[in-house]
């Protein structure tokens, strides 16, 4: 059994983490730390855990995570930086859902995010934890930087076409769709159900944060740079991303054979049949990303169609697929989930 | 024309009296006061004023309704108190749409809102602004006490059984659920999209601060004390009350007959044919409340359907009716919406 | 393994079977039946289920079903009595989710159904699949009754009162709400996301077909008949039922402990501390109902506030758990759901 | 007083006019048809018409149309082209929501539209009716095709930029999405609260039928052809349409300044300000269109965010726009519609 410690379990990750953790066959759960809420039963936060987590929130200040061989931070941005060095040196492995060691380059970083990293040292040993892309170098990472959400959508939309080199890198478009759960579950008045409810809008536009990540990963799989106009916009519902990204062609080439022979033999990776339009109920609470790709009345525009659920396959759920890479598990222990339709 | 002040106008009833009161024939918007937004234009606030309201947020410091005919307090619950003396004595007359002077007994409203009454001299000349039961006195009313969202439908639903004596007081049951806008526009984790959404819940079942109100009107209608049991519920929507009310009806009566009669002469009070279930919908931004009544299988519990639009007759709809009858208007000028159905 | 068929797989309670037992470590899913469908693939018209059911839908008239140990009807009314006795006479026992057996009374039945039934020498042999109450018969049971999605909420918050004898019989009271997939996938306009979406109201005021058989199962607790008036409400959602029930306490009780006493065994009913406001994503995709009993201000009116998905604990999780009854497994076997939150 | 008709009043865009219309201080409104509703009060389908509107459904055998001055159409496609030329010929003029009289060539709109045109000696006749594009033709017209929703907002959204020739017009991207009455009232699956309700997705990748709608307008803007990808998405939610338009700028322009002078004079279009992200709610029964300009990190690509409600400026808002223009009347009569937010 992985002995398995989360740090910040009050935010949607931390709740999804425990959602799949506490049912996870190889894992016992061993704390979830909370400064705030240490003491408090975790399922009397959210009583969905009532009869599978059974902890209490423990204060971080009594150690409890020194005995766990991995550590999840579902934290915001600028903590497991602070605390990621010592982990590791006692032998702990790190995934952060956060961004702290998403983008390699510091100075980029610090621009984005807004503040001086802590621990730079680690920024090139962190490993990138997109299975589809660096399955191998997650097998052997110490320390994961989980992508966001968006990202991982994009990332996988994009791929193929990348990887084969069938478009033009300069000028690519992702139109994305998020679901409101991607903010996390702070009080914020454009947030609440009466302003994000019966509303669409776009946000971020001239720049988000997932924006440079996006673009160093999109840059890796062409081996060049890419220019990407990317544009958030909030969903008036609670779970689900849809990514719709727009390339242009430079060659002819059978888009949907591309698609499928890329993701035969991926796990979390769904290729829809041809004229296919997936949906984002189609992937709720599930680890899987869905895909369909269309050349509109033949043109030289490709538009790629991808789902997911942003708290698993954008978060948690690609979290716990690493650790089961990291730990020479199937990598799909635990991550068996048949989506909540309707 | 009237010229109008608001105190408050950056929540829920504040931004929906500017709805109203942009659009009133009679109306001089003359200043809408925010300590923390003064000098911003309302309509950078609210996107959907553009065009309709020029004022920007006024610095109560600088007095500007100090030459209003009439100052809705669009306010917290605590605020209209402090003030209400000395508009009065300067011949401003007061429409609160907060709960500050609802409840005659000053001992019932200090344990219910956990404060002291700053302004106990003005609970007896206070008129509850209900006009389907207080027209007289609201026409010549220094200060309106406007009522809560809750209590205007109840007190609507119950009003012919109560005048007519034909169910026993002791027994009421009202189970009331509310779009979310009835909270106001506070940034809190339980009204965030990905709590309040896609979820139902009751709340306040010990005791909610509409009890009293209810309770005290009620009693007036029945003429002696009535035992009520309150249910409010949380609907994973916007805008719109629904009541559903139970009384066991001690003798046989034509119902249908006894509310079209009721309201035969209300201009805001709708009274659907008999079998009917009103919608929500039905009054989204209209000033309008929906009734029916059913007898269930012919039983002895008589079951009375209310829906409201929580912001409109049962807030800032319903201060304008009361401000149009203070100042010898025609009680619908301006109120003649149509509601927007889908 | 328990070989599996469905009949009727294409509605709500068919793909919410499906996605139970295509997972539950017992089954064998071998047919999935659908006059319309035939020959398509289920994955086809549910992309969710996509790697989990590589069945096609089958045509009836080829006998698929003949080897099943036991089939499930997720059709409307009227199916299931028409081929229920062949089946049992072939030795395949049938869970149904439909209301062809739930009312013992042949007369009732009709009445509200408006049908002639095809089966009424079953009527006294088919078993009310409410294990909270009928447990052992439904170990032994050829033909299971499935309750309905408020009879279910509905019984199990009565459940310990009437048991107990603490409550006046004749008044009851069930304020009950649902999200719109119990109504299943039919084209119905009323239904219409432009309709039923960001609305709320009542409906079946004058009679459900739900309150006989909820008057029947609380008869039956209680020992006599009850009166009760049931008032169904259509929530702006898809899945979740909240019941709130109200009734006159005839003498005085310890709610909270008859309440956690009485549920102390079973698995998939969960009492909630003293005070608690059970909500519905609390429960979403797991078989489980969550109560919460109050006593507003202490007076003689109890309050019951109850919760489930009314696809799992309110149909097929509901229908898989008298599954394992009758075929000796354990009663949680692929149920052990975590509820989807946020 | 302008006597107006309406050819089937029972859809989401009927009702809308009905809204409108009913208070507009111009119009006296003669008859609503329905072959199916005929002698059935409207108001009895719309509960949000009682008191505004107390027409019964005219049957059009009893020809209810003949003394009206203008007649809308709110009718499925191919209605209208079957009954124009009579009416025009009667002296009646008409205004056709539905798409008969919107794409100028034949073959195209016979492809698109599956069926043989009936009317085609009409097609040259009929006035565009974007009033910000053809104001003077519609002033003069007889024959007014009211554009479609998705037309209106990407139209509205690149004729600045096309009219300034500052964009590749070939390789445009409409990323577009809607609410769903869009897809109007109709029992259709798909349409159910239970499966577009918590979901998004894309439709119509391969083509939608309002693509050669909007490539005919933004050629005649632009004065050539132009290549543009369009792509319709279904919000979970009824009303609003939100487009997200790309383009490659082909010099340098002060794109904000571009959008205020294009549209300074037009009463139903609003630029906000600079780094703005327009949301649908901010238009919520309103006849306007509110646009952004962006130019994400100084690239060369321009992206334009563009809202409106597609039953109002998107449908009748627009349709009665039209009318006022035909009748002389000042444009804005009857459409000084505050938005109803939140």
Chains 1, 2, 3, 4 share one sequence.
Not at 64 to 88: E, H, K, S
Not at 141 to 167: D, K, M, S, W
Not at 233 to 246: C, E, K, Q, S, V
Not at 292 to 314: F, I, M, S, Y
Request: glycine share 10%.
């Amino acid at each position: 059994m992985i002995k398995v410690g989360i740090v910040g379990g009050t935010g949607y990750t931390g709740v999804e983490l425990l959602r799949l953790l506490s049912r996870h066959p190889q894992v016992s759960l061993r704390a979830v730390t909370s400064r705030k809420e240490a003491g408090m039963p975790v399922a009397d936060m959210y009583s969905s855990l009532r009869g599978f987590v059974d902890l209490c929130f423990s204060d971080p200040a009594d150690q409890p995570l020194q005995d766990c061989d991995v550590v999840f931070f579902a934290t915001p941005n600028g903590i497991a930086m602070q605390q990621a060095q010592a982990m590791l040196d006692a032998g702990i492995r790190i995934i952060d859902l956060a961004a702290d060691f998403r983008i390699r380059d510091r100075a980029t970083w610090e621009q984005w995010y807004g503040m001086e990293h802590a621990a730079p040292q680690l920024l090139e040993e962190a490993v990138y934890g997109l299975p589809e892309v660096n399955r191998v170098q997650i097998r052997n990472a110490r320390l994961i930087a989980n992508p966001g959400c968006y990202p991982t959508a994009v990332q996988l939309g994009f791929l193929p076409l990348l990887e084969a080199g069938v478009i033009d890198t300069r000028h690519l478009i992702a139109d994305c769709k998020s679901g409101v759960s991607g903010a996390g579950r702070k009080a914020e008045v454009h947030a609440l159900l009466a302003e994000a409810g019966d509303n669409f809008k776009a946000y971020g536009v001239p720049g988000h944060r997932h924006l440079p990540e996006i673009r160093q990963g999109l840059a890796r799989m062409s081996g060049q740079d890419v220019g990407l106009t990317f544009t958030p916009h909030l969903l008036p519902m609670i779970r689900g991303i849809h990514a719709t990204l727009y390339g242009r062609l430079t060659r002819d080439v059978d888009l949907q054979q591309l698609f499928e022979q890329r993701y035969a033999d991926e796990p979390f990776v769904d290729v829809l049949p041809a004229g296919s339009h997936p949906e984002t109920r189609s992937v709720r609470g599930a680890n899987v990303c869905r895909l369909a790709v269309h050349r509109p009345q033949g043109g030289d525009t490709v538009v790629v169609l991808a789902v997911e659920d942003n708290l698993v396959k954008g978060a948690a759920g690609q979290a716990v697929q690493n650790m089961n890479l990291m730990f020479g598990l199937p990598e799909t222990t635990g991550l068996e989930l048949v989506p909540l339709l309707p």
